[in-house]
């Protein structure tokens, strides 16, 4: 067979580890590979490919980002907004389908979260012959145990807590540590249990700003000398909404960009405790997505792209692997797409949080 690959959306770590896993797990068999660039632009006239043997992924395992590049926008964007799907004009779906047709894919792995799989799902309604792989650095697709990309950004956010801890200590401040989590706040929640934040602040618990200055005032007054909170990037107050980094009518046809939230909190508290609080804060950005993946990323991501070869070959197409309990399933992209998996408030990890003295902000 005559394989496509293609990622879209964010950049995580581990994706080099997919592509390489795809190629080698399917070169010995005879199988000819192209990796399509720039993600579903690379699809789309002028296409952007290239050819992708032994010699092309020799190496790449360890090392972050994509050979194949990757963008978030575009013609073929799926996503716009809060999360809410753009339905992609048929022009150009049929354009993408005829260019596949022309180079000779006779099936296409596309790595992707909801945003890249839900235009995967529009395109295999045309007719092309689809297998999914799950990429998302928040770990909120629901259809699947673990994403790739998950265990290293909670690595870099732990380090950057063990790291604030000091120079807050050190000069008496409340310092917030900003981490991604649009709508899930796993990131901000593993990487505040494991890195000992004393507050965090997520999506899925609004929080109440009288509630988090009375959490600090107590720390203040029986003898802590600095506060650590770590907040999702889409955490918000049970009065407000996103805090994003562009006016909402510029993200018509893109994703919202969220940011800021961190620094709109401090202001709220300066506003509420004048003076009260050395209050500082870091956001993380795109640090969390950079540099190399970790063991455990670096073999799921394995896992999934030799599943996915395999999925390729036995004809099991408009589905995307997925890891349950352990086992490689497939769930169609429909059912993948659907649901995200959010942080509740009885699941283990808040539980252990709030027993050891972590405060939720509410």
């Known amino acids: 067979m005559k394989i496509g690959i293609l990622n879209g959306g964010g950049d995580v770590q581990p994706l080099n580890a997919v592509i390489s896993s795809i190629v080698k797990s399917g070169v010995h068999d005879g199988h000819e590979f192209i990796g399509f660039e720039k993600g579903w632009e690379g699809v789309l006239s002028p296409m952007l490919y290239r050819t992708l043997d032994q010699k092309a992924v020799r190496g790449i395992s360890h090392v972050g980002g994509t050979i194949l590049g990757t963008v978030n926008k575009g013609r073929f964007a799926a996503k716009v907004g809060a999360g809410d799907k753009n339905k992609i004009d048929d022009e150009i779906l049929n354009q993408a389908k005829a260019n596949l047709e022309k180079v000779g ?125 770590v907040v999702a990037e889409g955490a918000t107050s049970k009065e407000g909404f996103f805090v994003t980094l562009e006016p909402a009518e510029s993200t018509q046809k893109q994703e919202i960009k969220l940011g800021g939230i961190s620094n709109t909190i401090i202001h709220n508290i300066e506003k509420m405790a004048p003076g009260e609080f050395e209050l500082r804060n870091t956001v993380l950005g795109h640090v969390q997505r950079g540099g190399t993946p970790n063991s455990e990323d670096r073999i799921l991501a394995k896992q999934y792209g030799v599943a996915a070869m395999e999925a390729a070959v036995n004809g099991d197409y408009g589905k995307m692997v997925s890891i349950r309990d352990g086992k490689i399933v497939l769930v169609p992209i429909a059912e993948a797409v659907a649901q995200l998996k959010l942080v509740t408030p009885d699941c283990l990890e808040v539980h252990t949080a709030k027993r050891i003295g972590v405060f939720f902000g509410s």
């Open 105 to 229: 894919v006779e099936a296409l792995i596309v790595i992707g979260g909801d945003g890249t799989l839900s235009g995967a799902l529009q395109l295999a309604d045309k007719g092309v012959n689809i297998v999914g792989v799950p990429k998302t650095i928040d770990n909120d697709l629901k259809s699947t145990d673990k994403t790739f990309g998950f265990s290293t950004a909670v690595d870099i956010a732990t380090e950057a807590l063990d790291r604030t801890h000091t120079t807050a200590t050190s000069h008496d401040r409340v310092i917030f540590v900003e981490v991604m989590g649009r709508h899930a706040g796993w990131i901000a929640l593993n990487s505040g249990l494991a890195g000992g934040a004393d507050m965090i602040l997520l999506p899925e618990m609004p929080f109440d700003y009288k509630k988090i200055v009375e959490f600090l005032r107590m720390r203040k007054e029986t003898g802590y000398r600095s506060s650590v909170v």
